[in-house]
């Protein structure tokens, strides 16, 4: 259904080490980079998430989340670890999530533009 999707930062250096950590730990890597935009990915070149530099750029409020997909608990752990350490505030710390299903296991955060992320793995 989608092709990609990208969130407007204030600051792309603090974003793009966001970011580095959070998807690197979920095994996403950049695939592309420019002055104004840093995009992320399997593949060079085709970017599945982007940041596009915005310098009035505002989150979308609750009731918005955008959720990564994550190989394992383990890598739902270091995203969040990851996430914590390069500025980002918690939302949810990892753990099963009973109300989304018996093995529905993510962490929320929110990054340091304000968005908020998850990562989630359903064993």
Sequence with gaps: MLHHISFGVRDLGTSGSFYDATLGA???KRVFEDETAIGYG???GEDLFCLKLRPDAVAPGAGFHLAFSAPST???DAFYAAGT???GQDNGS???RADYGPNYYA???IDPDGHRIEAVFKG
């Design 26 to 28: 979920l095994g996403f």
């Design 42 to 44: 399997l593949i060079d």
């Design 74 to 76: 383990s890598a739902v």
């Design 85 to 87: 350490r390069a500025g």
């Design 94 to 96: 990892p753990g099963i």
């Design 107 to 109: 962490s929320f955060l």
